[in-house]
Each structure stands twice: as structure tokens, then as C-alpha cells.
């Protein structure tokens, strides 16, 4: 298994640029979520889904779009580009239906990307 | 308002020195507590959870974890701390309603010295 793969690793953009960033998780988890991780503000969450078709912001999510259309697939877009969104990108996901406390899963992360907005 | 607090943004230790990574929670309710590994430039890494049960909790690489209730603490130890043990570290409390959203410490950065 592949886990959570995110593309591309790498991108520098111009200011009013926009760009989709893709994860894919080949783990059939339910939740997936997108933070940023920016020094000394820790990991902040932009949005994130409870299932196909399903979406809600996170703490940050202005200038964020996401979408998910199948279970394994969470795009995050950025529609125009601002400098202040210059930062790592991490996708996560988790598997955890339920009220059960065996439900209570560890999310798995992707190994980010890094985007720079000049 | 829920949150968890790192209250050292780096710790410094000897190789093969025991070593602590401090986590101290306010959450209403139970406390379901996480922590992960963070190695330079790549994804967070699972490394334990507490859910319920034991308050001694055993996870990946030789680390531990404990419980405390009464100090709403949740510090990460290990024995012997390795070079390779040096990097980021999270501790992260589990909103267990729908969304499963994390809340996270703002990391400790350990440096093992050899």
C-alpha cells in the first residue's frame, strides 16, 4: 500500500496563481483533512470531509477550495494565490465510523508539500 | 476552550539519557490524546494514543506515554534516547464527535545530543 501520496512535492507560484493539490489514500478511510504547517503556529486545519461528497472548513480556510468526489481523492485548490499562503501542505486521513472507542483512529499524513507564492 | 499545551518549544538531551516531552490537556469530557513524530522534511508520523485503559501507554521507536489525570498530562518519555530520535514532536487530543478533527500542541523540537 501506498498510504496517503501527495502531488506534487514541490511548486513556487506567482501571486494571483491558482493550483490544485492532490491526495490520494489507497487505506478506503472515511475522513480526510487538509492542514498547513507553518514555524511556530504548528499544524492549522483548512478543510476537511467525513465522506465522498462531503466537505467543511477547517480553522483556515479562506483562499482554500476543496473537493471530493471519490472516496480516496481530496484536492485542496487555491484559486488565487496570495504570498500569506506560502507554507507545507499535509493531507491526512483517518478510518473511524462510529461511537465505538476502537473507532478512534490515528490519522495518517501524507508526506507534504511545499509552496512558495512570490 | 478545548486545547493541549507543549510547554517547551525544545529540548535538549544527552544520548542515551532518558528523555520527556511534556503534553498538558483541557478538554471537557474524555480525553483522547495522540502523539506524533515529525523528522526533518516529512509527514507527521503516528506514535502513540491513549483512548482508555492503562495509563501507561507503549508505542513506536521505544517511546512511552502516560496518562495523569490528576496533572491532565500526557508526556511522552523514552529510556535511552537515541541521535535519531531528534525531531519534531506533536502531542494532538481527538474531537471524537463526527468530524475526528485533531487538536494540536504547537510541537517540541527535541535535540539529541551524541
Known amino acids: 500500500n501506498a498510504g496517503v501520496t501527495q502531488t506534487p512535492k514541490f511548486r513556487v507560484l506567482k501571486t494571483g496563481q491558482s493550483m490544485t493539490l492532490l491526495c490520494a489514500q489507497d487505506?478506503?478511510?472515511?475522513?480526510m483533512y487538509w492542514y498547513r504547517q507553518d514555524p511556530g503556529m504548528g499544524l492549522r486545519l483548512i478543510h476537511y470531509?467525513?465522506?465522498?461528497?462531503?466537505?467543511a472548513k477547517g480553522e483556515v480556510p479562506d483562499g482554500y477550495n476543496v473537493s471530493r468526489l471519490k472516496k480516496q481523492n481530496f484536492l485542496l485548490g487555491l484559486e488565487s494565490a496570495a504570498p500569506s499562503q506560502t507554507s507545507v501542505y499535509f493531507c491526512a486521513s483517518s478510518y473511524g465510523r462510529g461511537r465505538a472507542q476502537s473507532s478512534y483512529n490515528e490519522q495518517f499524513f501524507g508526506p507534504g508539500t511545499r509552496l512558495t507564492v512570490l | 476552550a478545548q486545547s493541549v499545551a507543549q510547554p517547551e518549544d525544545q529540548v535538549n538531551v544527552a544520548e542515551g539519557n532518558p528523555l520527556t516531552v511534556k503534553c498538558t490537556y483541557s478538554?471537557?469530557?474524555?480525553?483522547?490524546l495522540f502523539w506524533y513524530v515529525q523528522y526533518p522534511n516529512r509527514g507527521l508520523q503516528f506514535l502513540l494514543k491513549?483512548?482508555?485503559?492503562d495509563n501507561l501507554v507503549k508505542g513506536s521507536y521505544g517511546f512511552e506515554a502516560e496518562f495523569n489525570k490528576s496533572q491532565t498530562s500526557f508526556h511522552l518519555k523514552k529510556p535511552s534516547a537515541l541521535v535519531s530520535d531528534s525531531a519534531l514532536y506533536f502531542c494532538a487530543f481527538l474531537n471524537a464527535g463526527n468530524n475526528r478533527k485533531l487538536i494540536w500542541g504547537l510541537g517540541t523540537s527535541l535535540a539529541v545530543n551524541p
Open positions: 478538554v471537557s469530557g474524555n480525553p483522547y
Open positions: 491513549y483512548i482508555t485503559g
Open positions: 470531509s467525513v465522506g465522498e461528497g462531503t466537505t
Open positions: 487505506m478506503n478511510h472515511e475522513y
